[in-house]
């Protein structure tokens, strides 16, 4: 076991485990503000993403186009996770900067808030972007449907890479 009162790699670690936490909420946060300042654009996104427009490689589409109401629920359910993956990561890592001082037992409880931000963060960006709107609507296949295919791939790997450096423990 390290104890980490003098410093050393473990330290370093830990302090690297709290930056990356905090980067990633914030841009959560980021996102969750420019969606809400262009809330009209996002509900027309949402629209057309899932309106199969411009779908000409695979027309037939797994599934179908959801009435309006629908659409704004799956909206507040994308900002609903990017606000919690921002304030659990934001929140989680305060914890661990605080914590970073701790003995080992100290420290894997302080990841708490962090693990379920970063998971918050993969549901949605994997979980709703990746598997509805690029494999379910085929977004991949229109041509706004690129930039949301690679960032939410980009945003679900660092999420994930920083979830899977998080959980390794202090040796």
């Known amino acids: 076991m390290v104890i980490c009162a003098g410093g050393g790699i473990s330290m370093i670690d830990r302090s690297l485990k709290a930056l990356f936490s905090l980067i990633a909420g914030l841009m959560a946060l980021a996102y969750l503000v420019h969606n809400l300042a262009n809330i009209g654009p996002a509900y027309e996104f949402f629209v057309y993403i899932t309106s199969h427009s411009d779908q000409e490689a695979y027309p037939v589409t797994l599934l179908p186009v959801p009435p309006s109401p629908l659409i704004v629920l799956a909206m507040a ?21 605080s914590a970073r001082g701790a003995d080992s037992t100290g420290f894997e409880s302080a990841k708490r808030f962090a693990k379920i931000g970063h998971g918050c963060a993969i549901a949605n960006w994997w979980g709703l972007f990746q598997v509805i709107a690029i494999a379910g609507y085929q977004a991949w296949q229109m041509p706004a449907g690129a930039g949301p295919d690679h960032g939410s791939w980009v945003y679900g790997a660092i999420n994930m890479l920083a979830l899977i450096y998080l959980a390794q423990k202090d040796d």
Do not use: I, R, S, Y
């Open 77 to 97: 359910l994308v900002f609903a996770l990017e606000l919690a993956a921002g304030v659990m990561l934001v929140w989680g890592a305060w914890k661990l900067w």
